[in-house]
């Protein structure tokens, strides 16, 4: 159900305060507002079986979102989890992994080519202790490639870093890795970043069942997205996984795509606006 805001409130509250908006002006700012906010983001979660693209949605977003097992591949299909807190959320499509056999494979390529202009934002999972990215790589430079030349946000995320030998120096009461392991994740770090020829920016090293480093990968998701979608994406993480910055720079993504609304109906007192539509939107 799409949610709708009557602005007729804010507007007679302008008018009161000199600010007049001819109603075909008034009808055409509430409607591209209104788009706005009902625009439902999707982010694609892709990568082998097993690397735990579940439990990473699971520990971002702070519930159970997707099924985990840690016996057989549970995803077998696309698998859209609506995320909402008021009438509108995100889409989080949690997709079938790469890598299972050949058959399947060429099934994929399919679905990973009707799904990609679809996605805001694609998640590539790799796993902390696996060396084989032959079919990542397949994958990766056929399907995934153009479309990250194109703009589309996109990053490799090296889940499970906590089992990278070696995995008994992990500091379980620190939530962090011990001095060996840690030198060895950041040397992962650059072999994947090499590896797939991106900037080590857009490479990101966590492990969703330890919660370590998942601030920072919401951090570089928020920053990456277009103004307007910052927001909705970022209400629907888990609260622990918000940072200061990230709370920032959506509230400002926001405001800034406020701004642009109504600067394409009128051209003076846009900030006066805002400010206005910022008193009359608390409940944002």
Same mark, same amino acid.
């Given at each position: 159900?799409? !949610?709708?805001?009557?602005?007729?409130?804010?507007?007679?509250?302008?008018?009161?305060?000199?600010?007049?908006?001819?109603? #075909?002006?008034?009808?055409?700012?509430?409607?591209?507002?209104?788009?706005? =906010?009902?625009?439902?983001?999707?982010?694609?979660?892709?990568?082998?079986?097993?690397? %735990?693209?579940?439990?990473?949605?699971?520990?971002?977003?702070?519930?159970?979102?997707?099924?985990?097992?840690?016996?057989?591949?549970?995803?077998? #299909?696309?698998?859209?989890?609506?995320?909402?807190?008021?009438?509108?959320?995100?889409?989080?499509?949690?997709?079938?992994?790469?890598?299972?056999?050949?058959?399947?494979?060429?099934?994929?390529?399919?679905?990973?080519?009707? =799904?990609?202009?679809?996605?805001?934002?694609?998640?590539?999972?790799?796993?902390?202790?696996?060396?084989?990215?032959?079919?990542?790589?397949?994958?990766?430079?056929?399907?995934?490639?153009?479309?990250?030349?194109?703009?589309?946000?996109?990053?490799?995320?090296?889940?499970?870093?906590?089992?990278? #030998?070696?995995?008994?120096?992990?500091?379980?009461?620190?939530?962090?890795?011990? %001095?060996?392991?840690?030198?060895?994740?950041?040397? !992962?770090?650059?072999?994947?970043?090499?590896?797939?020829? =991106?900037?080590?920016?857009?490479?990101?090293?966590?492990?969703?069942?330890?919660?370590?480093? =998942?601030?920072?990968?919401?951090?570089?998701?928020?920053?990456?997205?277009?103004?307007?979608?910052?927001?909705?994406?970022?209400?629907?993480?888990? #609260?622990?996984?918000?940072?200061?910055?990230?709370? !920032?720079?959506?509230?400002?993504?926001?405001?800034?795509?406020?701004?642009?609304?109504?600067?394409?109906?009128?051209?003076?007192?846009?900030?006066?606006?805002?400010?206005?539509?910022?008193?009359?939107?608390?409940?944002?």
């Amino acid at each position: 159900m799409s !949610k709708k805001v009557n602005y007729q409130g804010f507007f007679e509250s302008l008018g009161k305060q000199g600010v007049k908006i001819p109603k #075909e002006f008034q009808s055409k700012i509430e409607d591209q507002l209104n788009n706005k =906010l009902n625009y439902e983001p999707k982010i694609g979660v892709f990568g082998k079986t097993g690397v %735990g693209k579940s439990s990473l949605c699971n520990a971002v977003f702070g519930r159970d979102v997707c099924p985990i097992s840690d016996v057989e591949s549970c995803t077998r #299909e696309p698998k859209e989890v609506f995320l909402s807190i008021g009438d509108k959320g995100l889409k989080l499509v949690d997709v079938p992994g790469v890598g299972e056999s050949g058959d399947r494979d060429t099934e994929y390529t399919e679905l990973y080519e009707n =799904l990609f202009p679809e996605l805001d934002l694609i998640l590539w999972v790799l796993k902390g202790d696996d060396r084989a990215f032959a079919s990542d790589e397949q994958f990766y430079k056929k399907l995934v490639r153009p479309y990250i030349q194109a703009g589309k946000p996109f990053f490799i995320v090296i889940n499970q870093v906590d089992k990278i #030998e070696p995995f008994r120096e992990w500091d379980e009461k620190n939530n962090r890795p011990g %001095g060996r392991q840690a030198k060895n994740i950041d040397d !992962k770090h650059r072999v994947v970043a090499g590896y797939f020829e =991106l900037p080590m920016a857009q490479v990101l090293t966590i492990s969703a069942n330890e919660k370590y480093h =998942l601030v920072e990968l919401v951090d570089a998701v928020i920053h990456s997205l277009p103004k307007d979608k910052k927001m909705v994406v970022l209400k629907e993480v888990a #609260e622990e996984n918000r940072s200061k910055n990230a709370i !920032k720079e959506a509230e400002s993504g926001w405001w800034d795509t406020v701004k642009d609304v109504v600067s394409d109906v009128i051209d003076t007192t846009v900030d006066y606006v805002v400010d206005k539509i910022k008193s009359w939107f608390s409940w944002w």
